[in-house]
């Protein structure tokens, strides 16, 4: 069974930082794809970085240069860097992962939804000003 448990979420001022976590358990060692999204009350599921099992990564533009996507060397915790957070970033943040019986993805775009199959049940990030 596929687990995914985020952490590491909170409240911080604008400029701050925080680094999420996703600890994961059921998937297999090189996993075929996984990601990071976020939802604002009233707002659309957006996908903001997605990690390919080559380690290639991509990224939305409202978070390039600032959030990186990262795991750890066993790959069982995938991990999202947050820099330089503004008022904009306060959102439910959730991390996803594709199962490996779908074919093969590369991470060139950013993430949709669609092309993922797990989900966590998200940690909340409030940035103020």
């Known amino acids: 069974q596929v687990q995914l448990v985020e952490s590491g979420g909170g409240s911080v001022h604008t400029g701050g930082s925080l680094r999420l976590s996703c600890a994961t358990s059921?998937?297999?060692?090189?996993?075929?794809?996984m990601a990071w999204f976020r939802q604002a009350p009233g707002k659309a599921r957006e996908g903001l970085a997605a990690?390919?099992?080559?380690?290639?990564?991509a990224y939305a533009d409202s978070v390039k240069g600032r959030f990186t996507i990262s795991q750890d060397v066993a790959n069982t915790i995938l991990y999202l860097q947050m820099n330089s957070l503004e008022p904009e970033d306060t959102a439910m943040y959730y991390c996803?992962?594709?199962?490996?019986?779908?074919?093969?993805?590369?991470?060139?775009?950013?993430?949709?939804?669609?092309?993922?199959?797990?989900w966590g049940q998200g940690t909340q990030v409030t940035v103020s000003s």
């Open positions: 990690l390919d099992r080559d380690g290639r990564t």
């Open positions: 059921g998937l297999p060692y090189s996993n075929n794809y």
């Open positions: 996803a992962a594709r199962s490996s019986f779908r074919p093969r993805m590369i991470a060139s775009t950013p993430p949709r939804p669609e092309n993922l199959n797990y």
